[in-house]
């Protein structure tokens, strides 16, 4: 089975472009995250969806950071404009309704902003 | 204060011999589940094991049991039979309050290199 696939694997953009970070969920998986992993803050939880819903977007940083889930196959991450300090792998999980604990990350994107 | 306190930046074993990976959490909830995922080199978070603050016996998945200490406020990762492949970062995780709040905060992590 296919797991969690992000797309890209690695960004590098300059400040002020806009990015989109993309997620395909595993297949019937109910719930979807976003997290952040930097080395000075770890890894952060930055919003979760619940069959496409947005249920907590209480770590999303700041205006510039937005997710959208449009359908249970895929969610996007977008940061416009991008600064430096957004330089980060950002990870996407997902999980079924029957064990939301056990989330199955995927790849990560690594971002790098110039 | 931080929620989840890992004091181990880097641990090493010796292949085959036990591992324990300490963990230390602050909540005031009563309800609340602690989780322990593993990143190796390649990047990606792999789920290990979850215990739930009600539950009476402690979980294992495995070579991977959880030393749960209530009373301590403890969750630590104990690994069996340690092998080259579980060289690699590992994050203790705890999710507070029931319900539907699935929002994880993870520690900062311990480095596990295994040594043959």
């Known amino acids: 089975d296919a797991g969690v696939i992000q797309s890209p694997r690695h960004e590098v953009t300059e400040m002020g472009q806009e990015v989109t970070l993309r997620c395909k969920p595993i297949s019937g998986h109910d719930y979807l995250f976003w997290y952040r992993q930097t080395m000075m803050r770890g890894l952060e939880l930055l919003i979760y969806f619940n069959n496409n819903v947005p249920i907590d977007d209480s770590g999303m940083p700041e205006d510039r950071f937005s997710a959208k889930m449009p359908n249970a196959s895929f969610s996007t991450l977008k940061i416009q404009p991008s600064e430096p300090r957004d330089s980060a792998v950002y990870f996407c999980?997902?999980?079924?309704?029957?064990?939301?604990?056990?989330?199955?990350f995927g790849p990560g994107t690594r971002l790098t902003v110039t | 204060a931080q929620k989840i306190t890992q004091t181990q930046p880097g641990m090493f074993v010796q292949e085959k011999e036990a591992v324990t990976l300490d963990c230390t959490y602050d909540t005031s909830d009563p309800s609340y589940g602690l989780f322990w995922y593993k990143q190796p080199s390649s990047g990606e978070m792999i789920f290990l094991i979850y215990?739930?603050?009600?539950?009476?016996q402690n979980a294992t998945e495995g070579r991977y049991s959880l030393n749960f200490q209530k009373a301590r406020k403890s969750a630590n990762l104990v690994i069996s039979a340690s092998q080259l492949g579980d060289s690699a970062m590992y994050f203790c995780?705890?999710?507070?309050?029931?319900?539907?709040?699935?929002?994880?905060?993870f520690g900062k992590g311990t480095l596990l290199t295994v040594n043959p």
């Open positions: 215990q739930g603050s009600y539950d009476q």
């Open positions: 999980a997902s999980s079924l309704w029957e064990r939301p604990y056990e989330q199955y």
């Open positions: 995780a705890m999710r507070e309050g029931g319900g539907s709040n699935y929002k994880l905060t």
